[in-house]
């Protein structure tokens, strides 16, 4: 079974970038499709971005396309999140997530907080 640890969340004020990524540990890192998802306060969890497992096919939620950018790095098993634009609404909690068809393994969680 994978294991992910997030990285990168912080304090950012609206219009700034932030940089968030994963680590993974355990199983075929190639084999997974990865993805981000995120949950705000009070909101349940919302899928954010999804990548194939050679990094060739991306999709995002409609409220992140164009300011949000999912790549990996199958070498270093790691995959990001590049976060450009960020706005107030954009404030939760954000998990990576990994799996063989559904993102069905999730990581601990890393607080992304955009001040207006």
């Known amino acids: 079974q994978v294991q992910l640890v997030e990285s990168g969340g912080g304090l950012v004020q609206a219009g700034g970038s932030l940089r968030l990524s994963c680590a993974a540990s355990g199983g075929i890192f190639s084999s997974y499709v990865l993805g981000w998802l995120r949950q705000a306060p009070g909101k349940e969890r919302e899928f954010v971005a999804r990548i194939s497992r050679i990094g060739n096919i991306t999709s995002y939620a409609d409220s992140v396309k164009g300011r949000f950018t999912i790549s990996r790095d199958n070498g270093k098993n790691a995959v990001y999140l590049q976060m450009n634009s960020l706005k107030p609404e954009d404030t939760a909690v954000y998990y990576c997530?990994?799996?063989?068809?559904?993102?069905?393994?999730w990581g601990q969680g890393t607080q992304v907080t955009v001040s207006s």
């Open positions: 997530a990994a799996g063989t068809q559904t993102l069905d393994y």
